[in-house]
């Protein structure tokens, strides 16, 4: 059955850096994209970014672009979140969640979800 | 695209319909709209998209609706289940968008 685990989550100081992680497992992982979405505590589902799965299409919000970057592995069927320069307001639950589309430009919305990681950020 | 639902709180019993809407500030293109279910501590789930085609195993008793700038969710004979908080999402541009959120909850 398809699967996504979230880690790497915790507390961080503002201004630090933090690297999330997502491990796939029970599909093709170089066939589809996957998406990271936050959900600050309380609050609404905010899109943060995709790196699709042949590399070629790398969008972010414009709340973390210059900021986060995703990566994938393809050896380890995960894909990783680099957050850097970390704000208060980055302060939220990150999920990652599958894109069922093969063609990017019908993709967009999410199947599978993992159960999240929270990410705190205070000093 | 901004994403407004309405109402924010929707207070029904079991066995009545509910009417979720979602209005974009602009046309969502090809009807790329989806709906999400999400309970308490627990990730979305997907219940429709294409604007009206519903997710692998979602009952039958969920129905999306609409087009352009206007979109609905109605679910019809309310289940214990299904009182949670529904989003719309748009991913007609490159950039994805959320709704706010309608809360559904017990009356």
């Known amino acids: 059955q398809v699967q996504l685990v979230e880690s790497g989550g915790g507390v961080v100081q503002p201004g630090r850096s933090l690297r999330l992680s997502c491990g796939t497992s029970?599909?093709?992982?170089?066939?589809?994209?996957v998406h990271w979405v936050r959900q600050p505590p309380g609050k609404g589902l905010e899109w943060v970014g995709i790196?699709?799965?042949?590399?070629?299409?790398?969008y972010y919000a414009d709340s973390v672009k210059g900021r986060f970057t995703i990566s994938r592995d393809n050896s380890k069927n995960t894909v990783y979140l680099q957050m850097k320069s970390l704000r208060v307001e980055d302060t939220a639950v990150y999920f990652c969640?599958?894109?069922?589309?093969?063609?990017?430009?019908?993709?967009?919305?999410?199947?599978?979800w993992g159960q999240g990681t929270l990410v705190t950020v205070s000093s | 695209i901004v994403l407004t639902q309405s109402p924010g709180t929707l207070s029904l019993s079991p066995g009545q319909t509910a009417t979720l809407s979602c209005r974009a500030s602009?046309?969502?293109?090809?009807?790329?709209l989806a709906w999400y279910q999400q309970k308490p501590g627990q990730a979305p789930r997907l219940l429709i998209y294409?604007?009206?085609s519903r997710a692998t195993g979602i009952p039958d008793r969920f129905s999306g609706s609409g087009s352009r700038t206007d979109f609905t969710l109605t679910i019809s004979r309310l289940e214990p289940e299904d009182f949670a908080v529904y989003y719309c999402?748009?991913?007609?541009?490159?950039?994805?968008?959320f709704g706010g959120g309608t809360k559904v909850e017990i009356k």
């Open positions: 602009q046309a969502v293109a090809t009807d790329y």
């Open positions: 790196l699709w799965y042949d590399g070629n299409y790398e």
């Open positions: 029970g599909f093709t992982f170089t066939s589809y994209g």
């Open positions: 294409g604007a009206s």
């Open positions: 999402q748009q991913y007609g541009k490159t950039i994805l968008t």
């Open positions: 969640a599958r894109d069922p589309e093969k063609y990017f430009d019908t993709s967009g919305y999410f199947d599978y």
